[in-house]
């Protein structure tokens, strides 16, 4: 187990110092399907991630699909937004900073009936990248015999998401939505032993379909309760792989874009759970509890087991008056705490993640279109033998438009 763990940290600071434009914003991006990535809309980042029950009367909240119908009517939704990421990643030895910037998400949302609503929304689900130079590694333990291991990693898992909501009345409404993974990774390495040197190119297509349920119920005007399930689901998995070995005697292709099913991904089952309370229709008190069953997956990873996950996030805001002549009034102001288990389990040892963020939510119109903006500071891991610690700034931007649709002329 020491040798794995001696191999993790090697790994994991070859591939930030090889590669720190990377799109993953994580060394912890070489488990599993890559660093998940989970899009938080509007001014959702701001309030920890807490937003299963909130209502989507002022952005598109998809954390919850069952809020899509408290958009107004005949008005019609669309986002976009991005995240720029500066991380520092530490060992007891050394500190290697990288800075990023990627998409986040791009989504539109309308009603269709005074009780229905839709939404299409595009994100990133996971992304891994990592490159590893000239590794030394020893053959067997005590021996002085080594070989050199150079690895290139590349590519992720998008996520479309369909969502419809339904009214069933003033206080209870329901959401169904169908998150559709698909996307590839690759995997470059050649392994050399004295004159020998063994390349193995490998991409994996991954795909996959998870049905997600949502609820939302309105105890009183201030009070709103909210519900997220999400269904296991199985990614299947292709491989394509090549391999050639070089030596002294020439060049020979032991296999040429082989393809073969390889093992499937499982993603757990996801329970989340949310209140909102309001105060005088200026204070606002959100809180989310998510578990994720990945015990019950049954699944490892090279360096690690998956093990149960739970998510806690707080968030606050505050907004003097939504309708006001004063500009300064109508302006959001949100703040945030959340922690993060992980999944992941190291020489048993937790891959936590805990941050606090502050934003704001600032109007360019009458109705509902506004530019969002939040600040996170977290850290993830800590320093042991086994693990590094990273801590990161985080700045999201969102912009929503809002437009009215459908709607006749008065004059003509």
Sequence with gaps: MKNRVSFLVLVIFSSFCAYSQSIATSPYSLYGLGSLYEANFGLTPALGTAGIALSSDGFINNKNAASLVDIPTNNFFFEIGGVGIQSSFEDNLRIE?????????????????????????????????????ELKIPIIDGNNEYYYLNVMGTGGLNNLDLSYAYKLSNKLSLGFSASVLFGNTTDERTYTISNSVTSIDKKVNYRGIRPIFSSQFKINPSLTLGLNVKSPTRVNAVKIQSVT??????????????????DDFYLPLD???????????????????????WNDTNQSDMYGNFSDQEKFSLGFSYQKAKTSRSYFDKIKFAAGVHYDTGYLEV??????????????????????????ISYTYGSKGEITNSLIQENYHKLSLSLNLDGVWFVRKKLE
């Design 97 to 133: 900073k990288r800075n990023n910037f990627q998409f986040s998400h791009f989504a539109f949302a309308f009603p269709i009936t005074s009780k229905s609503a839709f939404s299409f929304a595009l994100t990133p689900y996971s992304s891994s990248s990592f490159k590893i130079s």
């Design 271 to 293: 329970i989340g759970l949310g209140f909102n309370k309001s105060f005088k229709n200026k204070f606002n008190v959100t809180f989310d509890y998510e578990k994720s069953f």
């Design 347 to 372: 020489d048993n040892k937790k891959i936590n993640d805990r941050n606090f963020s502050i934003g704001a939510s600032l109007p360019l119109d009458r109705l509902s279109s506004a530019l969002f």
């Design 245 to 262: 070995v070089v030596n002294d005697t020439g060049s020979s292709s032991l296999e040429t874009d082989e393809q073969s099913d390889t």
